[in-house]
Structure formats: structure tokens, C-alpha cells
């Protein structure tokens, strides 16, 4: 038998007292006593606060900004290749809105200076297919060669403005009373008869060649550093056919220089002579291999 106040160690369990004033065993004096779980505290500065809303945490997270270096470079780059994409699709919108108010006989003539650039450049290839047929067939290959070779002298001579030149296309004149025609404007005006086929051009007596420039000179205009005056007279040899049509296109040179209140006007000729000579320059350090 056991004593009925000492612990079974048969189940492991101490026995509870008999008696309600006895003291407890000493394996339950060693157990700490149980501490209850404190609620947690708020954050310094929170308290008596209530919640934020996910609104308001959205609101605090965005303002105010915080900006770093790297992010605004981005947002700089950003904000110039946009810009640059608006200028791009303004100016392409434009050309395709001048197109699109343009009238039918306005469309069929762009259609038919676009015919003649592409039957040039046909014919031209044509003409450097005949010289090397004619050189691989002639009997006297060098003096084939050398007959070629004087005319493609002269043809450079009238590109080079050594020589002078005649036959048929236009004479442009633009009378400028009000002093508005610049120099870009008449470069324009060159550029677009060059891309019609013109294989001559002076302006007032100046030799236009592939090295001329245009610059504004008071109330006239220079070409390479010659002032001329008011009115401009352009003489140009080529196809009239193709060289007046390229002028009067919508949006072209004669509109652009009428919005300026000049007055252009254009005739078609059978015959311009184009006789003012610019001096060959002789090269300082190339020679010719034959020499």
C-alpha cells in the first residue's frame, strides 16, 4: 500500500490532497505560474488613431512625390522620344493632308512626273547598255572608246557649267515686290527642277552647278557669292513637260512663292540657251594616270 499523500508511479500523476488546507507537492511549487498574453502596443505617434483605409495608404504612398536621379533621366528621355514621335506623325499627317485635298488633275500630273522620273532613269539605263554593246562589238575598241569619251566630256562640261549649252524647256521668273523670297526658297526651286530632269540652269546670268549655293543678301539673294536681284529669272534646258508640272504640284514651288505674294510665272520654250561658263578649277593634287 501507498501513502495517500505521495505520488503513484504507477500512472505518474500525483495524488491531490485529502485535505483542502494541505500544501501541494514540491514538483508543482517549481512550475512557473503562467503569464497572460499582453494585447499588442501601438506605434509611437498612433495612438488614439484609426486605421487608414487602402485609399488613404494609396494617397500617402504617392504624395509627395519621392523622385530619384535615375528616375528623372528616364522620365526627360521619355518626354523627348515622345516628343519627337508627336513631330513626326504632325508633319507626316500634313503631307498626307495636302495629298488628300489635292484635285484629281493634281494627283494625275504627280503621277505623271513620278512616269517620267522612273522612263528616264529606264532610258539612261538603256544609253549604258548601248555604249558597252558598242564597245565589245566594234572592231576598233579604242577608237570607240575614244569617241565616247569625247561625249561624255561635253555632257560633263554642260553639268560642270565649263561649256555652254542649249535647247528646249522653260524660263521661270518670280517677281518679288515685297521682298519676302529667300534663299531657301529658290534653292527649293532648284532642287525640285534638278529631281525634273534638268540637265542646265542659270539664274541671272550665275551658272548653277552640283556645288552651288544660295544665301540671303539684304533685300536680294547670293549664288555663290554673287548678289542678284529681284526679278529672278531662272533659264532651264530639259523636258518642259516634265519640268513645269514638278513646279505647279500642290504644295510645290509656285505655291509655296505665291503664299509669299510673289507672282511666278513659266513658259515653256523650244530653245534656251544657257551660255553663262563657270572656270574649270584645276585640281591640286590629282593627276591624270595617263600622264
Same mark, same amino acid.
Given at each position: 500500500?501507498?501513502?495517500?499523500?505521495?505520488?503513484?508511479?504507477?500512472?505518474?500523476?500525483?495524488?491531490?490532497?485529502?485535505?483542502?488546507?494541505?500544501?501541494?507537492?514540491?514538483?508543482?511549487?517549481?512550475?512557473?505560474?503562467?503569464?497572460?498574453?499582453?494585447?499588442?502596443?501601438?506605434?509611437?505617434?498612433?495612438?488614439?488613431?484609426?486605421?487608414?483605409?487602402?485609399?488613404?495608404?494609396?494617397?500617402?504612398?504617392?504624395?509627395?512625390?519621392?523622385?530619384?536621379?535615375?528616375?528623372?533621366?528616364?522620365?526627360?528621355?521619355?518626354?523627348?522620344?515622345?516628343?519627337?514621335?508627336?513631330?513626326?506623325?504632325?508633319?507626316?499627317?500634313?503631307?498626307?493632308?495636302?495629298?488628300?485635298?489635292?484635285?484629281?488633275? @493634281? /494627283?494625275?500630273?504627280? *503621277?505623271?512626273?513620278?512616269?517620267?522620273?522612273? $522612263?528616264? !532613269? +529606264?532610258? &539612261?539605263?538603256?544609253?549604258?547598255?548601248?555604249?558597252?554593246?558598242?564597245?565589245?562589238?566594234?572592231?576598233?575598241?579604242?577608237?570607240?572608246?575614244?569617241?565616247?569619251?569625247?561625249?561624255?566630256?561635253?555632257?560633263?562640261?554642260?553639268?560642270?557649267?565649263?561649256?555652254?549649252?542649249?535647247?528646249?524647256?522653260?524660263?521661270?521668273?518670280?517677281?518679288?515686290?515685297?521682298?519676302?523670297?529667300?534663299?531657301?526658297?529658290?534653292?527649293?526651286?532648284?532642287?525640285?527642277?534638278?529631281?525634273?530632269?534638268?540637265?542646265?540652269?542659270?539664274?541671272?546670268?550665275?551658272?548653277?552647278?552640283?556645288?552651288?549655293?544660295?544665301?540671303?543678301?539684304?533685300?536680294?539673294?547670293?549664288?555663290?557669292?554673287?548678289?542678284?536681284?529681284?526679278?529672278?529669272?531662272?533659264?532651264?534646258?530639259?523636258?518642259?513637260? @516634265? /519640268?513645269?508640272?514638278? *513646279?505647279?504640284?500642290?504644295?510645290?514651288?509656285? $505655291?509655296? !512663292? +505665291?503664299? &509669299?505674294?510673289?507672282?511666278?510665272?513659266?513658259?515653256?520654250?523650244?530653245?534656251?540657251?544657257?551660255?553663262?561658263?563657270?572656270?574649270?578649277?584645276?585640281?591640286?593634287?590629282?593627276?591624270?594616270?595617263?600622264?
Amino acid at each position: 500500500m501507498s501513502e495517500p499523500n505521495e505520488p503513484n508511479e504507477r500512472n505518474g500523476q500525483p495524488d491531490k490532497p485529502d485535505q483542502p488546507g494541505q500544501p501541494e507537492h514540491r514538483l508543482r511549487k517549481e512550475l512557473p505560474e503562467e503569464v497572460p498574453a499582453r494585447a499588442p502596443e501601438p506605434a509611437p505617434g498612433q495612438k488614439g488613431e484609426e486605421p487608414l483605409t487602402g485609399r488613404q495608404r494609396l494617397v500617402k504612398g504617392l504624395w509627395p512625390p519621392r523622385v530619384s536621379r535615375a528616375q528623372l533621366i528616364v522620365a526627360l528621355l521619355l518626354f523627348g522620344l515622345g516628343f519627337g514621335l508627336a513631330v513626326q506623325v504632325a508633319s507626316n499627317s500634313d503631307s498626307d493632308s495636302a495629298l488628300r485635298g489635292a484635285r484629281q488633275e @493634281d /494627283l494625275v500630273r504627280i *503621277l505623271d512626273e513620278l512616269d517620267s522620273r522612273t $522612263q528616264r !532613269l +529606264e532610258d &539612261e539605263k538603256q544609253g549604258l547598255e548601248k555604249q558597252r554593246q558598242e564597245l565589245q562589238s566594234s572592231s576598233d575598241q579604242a577608237a570607240e572608246a575614244r569617241k565616247q569619251t569625247a561625249e561624255k566630256e561635253k555632257q560633263l562640261g554642260i553639268l560642270a557649267g565649263t561649256v555652254a549649252a542649249q535647247g528646249p524647256g522653260i524660263t521661270m521668273t518670280i517677281e518679288d515686290t515685297k521682298g519676302t523670297v529667300k534663299a531657301d526658297m529658290l534653292l527649293d526651286a532648284i532642287q525640285e527642277l534638278r529631281a525634273a530632269g534638268a540637265e542646265a540652269i542659270q539664274v541671272n546670268g550665275v551658272r548653277v552647278v552640283a556645288g552651288t549655293y544660295f544665301t540671303d543678301s539684304g533685300k536680294g539673294v547670293g549664288v555663290d557669292g554673287n548678289k542678284i536681284n529681284s526679278p529672278y529669272r531662272f533659264k532651264v534646258i530639259g523636258k518642259p513637260q @516634265d /519640268l513645269e508640272p514638278a *513646279l505647279n504640284i500642290p504644295g510645290g514651288v509656285v $505655291q509655296t !512663292l +505665291e503664299k &509669299e505674294q510673289a507672282t511666278v510665272t513659266v513658259q515653256q520654250s523650244g530653245k534656251i540657251v544657257v551660255d553663262a561658263l563657270r572656270q574649270a578649277k584645276r585640281p591640286d593634287y590629282a593627276r591624270s594616270s595617263s600622264q
